[in-house]
């Protein structure tokens, strides 16, 4: 499995740590909560290796990373019921295939537009973390 040194997702270091929850490996990826919840359940998923494009993958492995990502959908969709999904693939700063899972909802904080990256407005205690995570879980 390639690593990069100074890579966010690859070396899962302290500031990695102070914006996600590891949640649980995936397919080809791994899965995370956001720990600022404005949209309850959102998520990130992240491919396995340190790639920064999605077509740098290989047809079989590309079809697995948005299994995976289809798979993270399906199950916030479940557990939190939300209008609508958005996906996020920026990468712009971070150089590492990952998309955003952010559940949007009719009347709620930036429906009907762009979401923020990290508005650092809600975060929830760690038991409110272990009962999203939990429901995630139950949903996969």
């Known amino acids: 499995m390639e690593k990069s040194l ?3 997702y690859c070396q899962r270091n302290e500031l990695q740590k102070s914006l996600m929850i590891k949640i649980c490996d995936l397919n080809v990826s791994t899965l995370f ?7 309850p359940g959102r998520c990130v998923v992240a491919y ?12 079989s492995d590309r079809n697995a990373f948005m299994g995976d990502v289809c798979r993270v959908a399906g199950a916030i969709q ?4 939300p209008t609508k999904i958005n996906y996020g693939a920026y990468s712009d700063k971070l ?25 650092q407005a809600i975060y929830l205690n760690e038991d409110e973390y272990a009962v999203t995570i939990q429901r995630i879980i139950d949903a996969l």
């Open 33 to 39: 909560l956001f720990k600022e919840q404005s949209h």
């Open 95 to 119: 150089a590492h295939l990952h998309f955003h899972i952010v559940p949007k909802f009719e009347g709620g904080f930036e429906f009907g537009g762009i979401f923020e990256m990290n508005p």
């Open 78 to 81: 479940k557990s939190f019921s």
């Open 6 to 8: 100074d890579c966010l």
């Open 48 to 59: 396995k290796d340190h790639i920064n494009e999605l077509f740098e993958l290989s047809e």
